[in-house]
């Protein structure tokens, strides 16, 4: 029987197809939007190797976005590109990108990427030599967004409020926020390693400003560790130049140039025209301590180039700066004073008044060295009249405006006067007299407890904030050996964690060719040190070698104290056909010289046991870190009963790993004698026999 086919049947139908067609777009719209913020977060990767190349692809997937792409594509785009632009010193593409990114925030009423944006324009007022706008933009940020529990909000609000902080000279407080943006960094949902990286980064520059090279250095080598963990060369080469300003202040000359030129380098082969400006600024420094006027003005000279192409004033004028006093050391006076003066207009006219007061002071300094003792005084006493304006300007503003406010309150209490006057004229009946001065009273009373309440609250915050920034610095230099100052198992295990979440998803096709080296390695009869010369001595040479064992290694190497007399060396990415010639550096690091202790002179030799890790392509879920260590340790102990002085390492199993490692893990002797493992043996330098006896 043939069955009709009525109209509605066919509606039905082609509702159902229309159905199927809208949730097919719609699954085709999220793919889509997957998919581009995918290849954006993988442009963002590659502008920590390259910052050009990822800001040219970047700027064409721009180019070629659909214009109904999806609020978070868009958005996330901008936020990138906004870096970028930063990185490759364009502030004039960087604020128009900004503006863009807060707008399309503002209309979707997005209030965490409406903060974001606001705290990234007051970058711009700090890069204007605006430190109090900047400050009044992050106050306005966290009066209406401090409140926010997005980590990204909080991490970029304290690093910027630590930035700001810094520039005004309240070192403790731009030393708390850097602290507060270091521990939110682990916080972070995604590139986490590059947060802290960037985190460690701020807070060397910090201690480089509280002239502190000491800890700045220490917190370097912190970052330089971790930075074997993620490509990085962006942040490594801004490490450089902190290391360098570390050195010259600690006077180490030939390091501070060394790190100056890597980090020009980094600079330029990144695409990153601010850090090469900023890194020949440095340079040229260099070369004005050490009175090699020529070669001062020739990288003065190539800085203020690069800070033109940019457009970078602030880098300009001190390249300008530069220039005068190279040219002074060289006896052209009147051409580097025509540079310096220059200057000097420059920040005149932004009211720069401390800026002028410092280079007022070197100024004089070049005039008297030319013996034009009549330029020198006059320069001199502007310097002290500026200063002493400065003073007073000061002084006269704190004077008005205490002035103002005594003032204003005599005016208040008129004001009361005449009320209460006119109360008592217009009171007729006693009981309403009373009643007011009841009323006055109580008033009085709340303001009185109201006080109280207030000034404890403020006084119990006080101490509250004292102890978390006490707390926070000690977490923070808890990874230190106190004798050492060498890393301590602490740091080594957290970096461990670390790393074993970034093997699992970004390091696996690295591991093979490049993988990471264990070298451990325990001080030879140290017993017998400390009974022979006393814990005294055996301290001496536990700080003695430490400083070899860093002197032996690359600046991306970690060394550490892993306890007594054992230290442990984890040196990422290494090339296995050179971790024999390490493990011969350090043997003969410490060998070949006696330690000096007073009029002491102390042999003193290490035994080491050596590992790949991963190892022999082993997977690191079958022998971990632990495990590898493990077996570093019996190869260790391997050596000391061959008699001591010597290092022996795991080559590679010569065996399938399932085999192996059940016996490696328990007996590493009985394993060689089955020959389940190719071992090398790597002998220290020859000992005087009558040295050691």
Known sequence: MLKVVTFSSIARVCTFLAMCLLLNTAMADVADEKNDIVRINEIQNLSDRDNAEALKQLQAFKEHLSADSSYAVRLELLKVLFSLQYSAADPKSAKATIDEYLKLAEIHQDKDNIALANIGKSFSFMDDNKPELALDQLNKVQTEHGASTNPEVQMRLHRAYGAVYQGQGKFELALSQLLEALRLSELQPRRKVEARLYGLDAVAGLYISMKDPVKALATVQEAQALSSLANTPKTFSTLLITQGLAYSLLSKKEESLASYQKALKLGIDAGMPGIEANALGNIADYYLIAHDFKNAELYARRALKKSDSIEDKINAAIAKVNIGFALGGQGKITQGAEYINEVIHFFEESDSKSEIEGILGELATMYEDAGLYKEALSILRRQQKLSAELFNVGRSKAVAGLQEQFNAEQRQKQIEL??????????????????????????????????????????????????????????FHAVRDQLTGLHNRRSFVELMKSRVALANAERREESADNPDCLILLDIDLFKHINDTWGHAAGDSVLTDIAARLKKSVRDSDMVLRWGGEEF?????????????????????????????????????????GFISLPFSGV???????????????????????????????????????????????????????????????????????????
């Not at 209460?420 to 109580?442: M, S």
């Not at 040196?571 to 070949?592: C, E, F, M, Y």
């Not at 022998?623 to 009963?641: F, H, N, P, S, V």
């Open 619 to 693: 997977p690191e879920n079958a022998c971990d870190w632990e495990k590898t260590l493990q077996i570093a340790d019996m190869a260790l102990y391997l050596g000391k009963a061959h008699g001591r002085n010597r290092a022996y390492g795991l080559a590679r199993l010569l065996v399938p790993y399932e085999v192996a490692m059940p016996i490696l893990e328990r007996d590493l002797s009985a394993a060689i004698s089955a020959k389940m493992v190719d071992m090398i043996e790597v002998i220290g330098p020859v000992q005087d026999k009558a040295a050691h006896a």
């Open 568 to 608: 442990l060396i984890y040196s990422p990415k290494s090339n296995p056909t050179q971790i024999t010639r390490l493990v011969d550096r350090v043997l003969r690091a410490i060998g070949d010289t006696p330690v000096k202790v007073g009029d002491l002179q102390i042999p003193v030799t290490v035994t080491a």
């Open 418 to 475: 005449l009320g209460k006057e006119n109360a008592l004229k217009d009171a007729d009946i006693k009981n309403r007299h009373l009643q007011q001065v009841v009323t006055i009273l109580g008033a009085i009373l709340t303001v009185m407890v109201g006080i109280f309440v207030f000034l404890m609250y403020r006084r119990v915050k006080k101490v509250n904030e004292q102890l978390k920034q006490v707390n926070t610095q000690l977490e």
